[in-house]
């Protein structure tokens, strides 16, 4: 059962919001067209492996400044309880009030969803969502621009491609938004309700009807290179990802290298990326994270294979569980990371439960690398900087790797 169903269970229905209460952890990403939310898995926070010898002390040393970072959400958490209640007190959307006291704590990832966005949420980690078929990333300028448009989905149909702006999604303008807000208006509705984008490419600047529809995700995706490499690409970290890497390592011919392709990946379950992790390493850490207080690490399972050399292919558009897992095997010197810098999501969120149902997200803390390099905000830069030709520059380098010796 995962972060998300335990807290389902523990909070069936609204409740008032005690200061410093823990939830339940979880590691915001954008998946798909919504914002959906990655649950750190107790199972792979065993403790039962130990940091491997190469691994400095100062990793599972406390990140300077979570603890008050953590103090500063149990404050927004309140903040936005109380608004939310007096709003609803005076006939007032709840949601609404909660939001804005959100966004007035300066929270980057802080965010609000109604019970049925959040509902859509925990679907999409099942690797089905209700939505238009876009990706979306954060531009330096603060634009919304569309990173990747979903394959026979509405999007596509209808012309939109990536690298087009998003300005507005049913008049509301999206520019400075949380990417996590923008694409929660994308997927709210059901199968077959109408949504109205502004878009913008190059000087051309229109507005597109779509109608949500009910779509899949197949998150992992196996083939072969023509010099005989395995090339897995993950497009999120839904639930089973993880096993579906390792099993494609496993089948992989004997001595085929292994390209890891991440780009465009945003995150998702942070357990299936520690599965994805453990089958190339043999055990050992793959990263720490510090929630009030208390470090705590994650690690990698026994038993992956060590032999095949690895490529991974990161971007822009590679961010949080898909950053931890490029931390952990570069750190680890387990692969050479090709590329462009990635996105820089490394911030722990933690759920809450408003008295109107809906549920406030808010930054709890950073995870770090297993030798102890911040992410959040940094991104991870990789070992050969490529951005066109970036995948035949990938395969180059992993036909020169050859296998370990």
Avoid: C
């Amino acid at each position: 059962m995962s972060g998300l169903d335990r807290f389902a269970e523990r909070f069936p229905g609204p409740r008032r919001i005690r200061r410093g209460a823990t939830l339940t952890l979880v590691f915001a990403s954008v998946l798909v067209t919504g914002a959906a939310t990655g649950s750190w898995s107790d199972a792979a926070d065993d403790g039962r492996n130990e940091p491997p010898p190469s691994v400095r002390s100062d990793a599972l040393a406390a990140p300077e400044g979570d603890a008050d970072t953590a103090e500063e959400a149990a404050d927004t958490a309140e903040e936005a309880a109380d608004a939310a209640a007096e709003a609803m007190a005076d006939g007032k959307s709840g949601k609404d009030a909660a939001e804005e006291a959100v966004s007035r704590s300066g929270d980057r990832w802080g965010s609000v969803y109604s019970p049925g966005e959040f509902q859509e949420f925990e679907k999409a980690l099942d690797g089905a969502y209700t939505g238009v078929g876009l990706w979306a990333r954060r531009a330096a300028d603060g634009h919304i621009e569309v990173s990747k448009v979903q394959q026979d989905g509405p999007a596509e149909r209808a012309g939109i491609r990536e690298g087009d702006r998003l300005r507005s999604i049913d008049g509301k303008h999206v520019k400075g938004r949380p990417v996590t807000e923008v694409l929660s208006l994308l997927r709210g509705g059901r199968a077959g309700t109408p949504v109205v984008l502004g878009l913008e490419r190059g000087t051309r600047a229109w507005r597109e009807k779509l109608h949500r529809a009910r779509l899949s995700t197949d998150s992992v995706r196996v083939t072969e290179a023509s010099d005989g490499a395995v090339v897995i690409k993950v497009d999120a970290f839904t639930k089973g990802s993880g096993e579906a890497v390792r099993t494609a390592v496993r089948e992989a011919p004997e001595g085929a290298g292994i390209l890891l392709d991440l780009r465009g990946n945003s995150g998702g379950l942070v357990s299936e990326a520690v599965t994805a992790t453990s089958a190339l390493v043999d055990g050992g850490l793959v990263a720490t994270y510090d929630v009030r207080g208390e470090q705590k690490a994650l690690h990698a399972e026994r038993g992956g294979d060590t032999d095949r050399p690895v490529v991974a292919l990161v971007d822009g558009g590679t961010m949080s569980a898909a950053e931890l897992l490029t931390g952990a095997l570069q750190d680890r010197g387990r692969a050479v990371v090709v590329g462009s810098r990635t996105f820089g999501k490394g911030s722990v969120q933690m759920p809450s439960r408003l008295p109107d149902g809906s549920v406030a997200e808010l930054t709890v803390g950073h995870y770090r690398t297993p030798s102890g390099r911040a992410v959040d905000g940094r991104g991870i830069t990789p070992d050969l900087e490529a951005e066109d030709g970036a995948e035949k520059r990938a395969e180059t380098v992993l036909t020169g790797l050859g296998p370990p010796s």
